[in-house]
């Protein structure tokens, strides 16, 4: 069975450019997460789907970021424009639910983001 | 909103001993979920053990064991017989209902 696949694996781009992520899930799994990780620092929830639906995107800086799971899959999470404080790496997760008992996270290798 | 502390940034173990990660976590709720996951230099972040709240017995996953207090919200990581494939960045984890938070983590190095 594939794992949670992410693309890109590495973005290099100038400040104020447009950049995408895109995530497939686990088959089934209806919850999907992003997930911002810093050097060093434990991951941070961006926002997450329950299918189709954000449930929770209260730590999405909407300004700048977007976040679509068309048809409740896979799903793209955008940045536009970049700030050189977006420099990061982007994780994408898939749960079966997000109702108890709770599983366990299936994660992506994430995209790691430069901006220079 | 629930926090998760890992006090400890880095840690160090010999290969073949066993060494104790810590975490402590903040939360009113009763029903939840803690785990601990592994994120290698690079590499995915794969789950190491879950603890349910409502279970006293502590979780065990072969050479991996934890130390659930639930009193003192205190949710510690033992690795026995370290090998050096443990060694990575470790990340506890809280769950409830609305939230997944995670620690900063620690990061573990073996010596051969």
């Known amino acids: 069975e594939a794992g949670v696949v992410q693309s890109p694996r590495y973005k290099i781009i100038e400040k104020k450019q447009p950049v995408a992520f895109w995530c497939n899930p686990i088959s089934g799994h209806n919850t999907l997460y992003w997930y911002l990780q810093n050097l060093g620092q434990g991951p941070e929830l961006l926002i997450r789907y329950e299918n189709e639906e954000a449930v929770d995107d209260s730590q999405l800086p909407k300004d700048r970021f977007s976040a679509e799971r068309l048809k409740g899959v896979d799903s793209t999470l955008k940045i536009q424009p970049a700030e050189l404080g977006d420099s990061a790496v982007y994780l994408c997760?898939?749960?079966?639910?997000?109702?108890?008992?709770?599983?366990?996270?299936?994660f992506g290798e994430g995209s790691r983001l430069t901006v220079l | 909103a629930q926090t998760v502390t890992q006090s400890q940034p880095e840690m160090s173990v010999q290969e073949a001993e066993t060494v104790t990660l810590s975490c402590t976590y903040d939360t009113s709720e009763s029903d939840y979920y803690l785990f601990w996951y592994k994120q290698p230099p690079s590499r995915q972040m794969i789950l190491v053990i879950r603890?349910?709240?409502?279970?006293?017995q502590n979780a065990t996953e072969n050479r991996f064991s934890v130390n659930f207090q639930k009193a003192a919200k205190s949710f510690s990581l033992k690795i026995s017989d370290s090998q050096l494939g443990d060694a990575a960045m470790y990340f506890c984890a809280y769950r409830n209902n609305n939230d997944m938070r995670f620690g900063a983590g620690t990061r573990l190095t073996v010596k051969p």
């Open positions: 603890q349910e709240a409502y279970k006293q």
């Open positions: 997760a898939s749960s079966l639910t997000d109702r108890a008992p709770y599983g366990e996270l299936f």
